[in-house]
T-cell receptor
Framework: GENVEQHPSTLSVQEGDSAVIKCTYS??????FPWYKQELGKRPQLIID?????GEKKDQRIAVTLNKTAKHFSLHITETQPEDSAVYFC????????????FGKGTRLSVIA | KAGVTQTPRYLIKTRGQQVTLSCSPI?????VSWYQQTPGQGLQFLFE???????NKGNFPGRFSGRQFSNSRSEMNVSTLELGDSALYLC??????????FGPGTRLTVT
């Protein structure tokens, strides 16, 4: 089955700097890669996703890149703000519905003002 | 549309008891997945139901079971509770194409 590794487990950045979180996956059949943000005491929220027919996707200060050959994908947050502090999870699955969404163990991002 | 809802939000049970958690998906969503979240372990997949049928199952013991009703609402049951079952249980609904939307979770404490 699919296995997703996520690094780093914790990340501290100064406000205004960029943050990068990296994930690798094992199943070459995976073609859907979402990222979730979970603030303390809240539910995970889908912030951006990418499918394997696209190499990069941006949404304001957030971007995700995908390297299918190397089986890794990354989340990039630019101009970080204190409200970006949260735990971020990457995940991978096939959008056929035949495989479940498998999550990485999360990255705790702290943005220091 | 209303989001995913879960009841109850908090639950305290004793070892050996059983518990049933409920999840109401977003209207029109036919897939409901359940996850267990514990500190340091991320979100571990329990099972997924689609149109009242279990479509995928994670690596959890048979004490964990679920079902889905014709209105897509889902329940999960844990029998013979153990201390290690203390966790946040999240459900997520999907209309397909992979996107999942999470409920607020049920915090289960086993004493």
């Amino acid at each position: 089955g699919e296995n997703v590794e996520q690094h780093p487990s914790t990340l501290s950045v100064q406000e205004g700097d960029s943050a990068v979180i990296k994930c690798t996956y094992s199943d070459s059949a995976s073609n859907y890669f979402p990222w979730y943000k979970q603030e303390l005491g809240k539910r995970p929220q889908l912030i951006i996703d990418i499918r394997s027919n696209v190499g990069e996707k941006k949404d304001q200060r957030i971007a995700v890149t995908l390297n299918k050959t190397a089986k890794h994908f990354s989340l990039h947050i630019t101009e970080t703000q204190p409200e970006d502090s949260a735990v971020y999870f990457c995940a991978a699955s096939s959008d056929s519905g035949n495989t479940p969404l498998v999550f990485g163990k999360g990255t705790r991002l702290s943005v220091i003002a | 549309k209303a989001g995913v809802t879960q009841t109850p939000r908090y639950l305290i049970k004793t070892r050996g008891q059983q518990v049933t958690l409920s999840c109401s998906p977003i209207s029109g969503h036919r897939s409901v997945s359940w996850y267990q979240q514990t500190p340091g372990q991320g979100l571990q997949f329990l099972f997924e139901y689609f149109s009242e049928t279990q479509r995928n199952k994670g690596n959890f013991p048979g004490r964990f079971s679920g079902r889905q009703f014709s209105n897509s609402r889902s329940e999960m049951n844990v029998s013979t509770l153990e201390l290690g079952d203390s966790a946040l249980y999240l459900c997520a609904s999907s209309a397909g194409q992979g996107k999942q939307y999470f409920g607020p979770g049920t915090r289960l404490t086993v004493t």
